[in-house]
């Protein structure tokens, strides 16, 4: 009798044990989803900057000529 009831909470340990596992992994799967939407987000935003940098450093050139052209003729005229 003593064998057949710790053979059922066993079993019932097994269960627990099982459903316990379950639902960490679940967890985890929500986690790493929520994981892969972040990288996504991030990635995405990675390429917008980058875009961005494309278009503004022509233009950063650009200004740093005039910038020193200004500064030539300012230098050229206070002389």
Known sequence: MIALIL?????????????????ISKRQESMLDDLHAVTRRIEQLSK?????????????EQ????V???AD???DSAD
């Open 63 to 66: 200004i740093k000529a005039k």
């Open 7 to 23: 053979e059922s909470v066993g079993i019932g340990c097994w269960g627990v044990c099982f459903w316990w596992m379950h639902r």
């Open 73 to 75: 003729a300012v230098t």
């Open 68 to 70: 020193e052209n200004v």
């Open 48 to 60: 917008a900057e980058h875009e961005l940098v494309k278009q503004v450093h022509p233009q950063v």
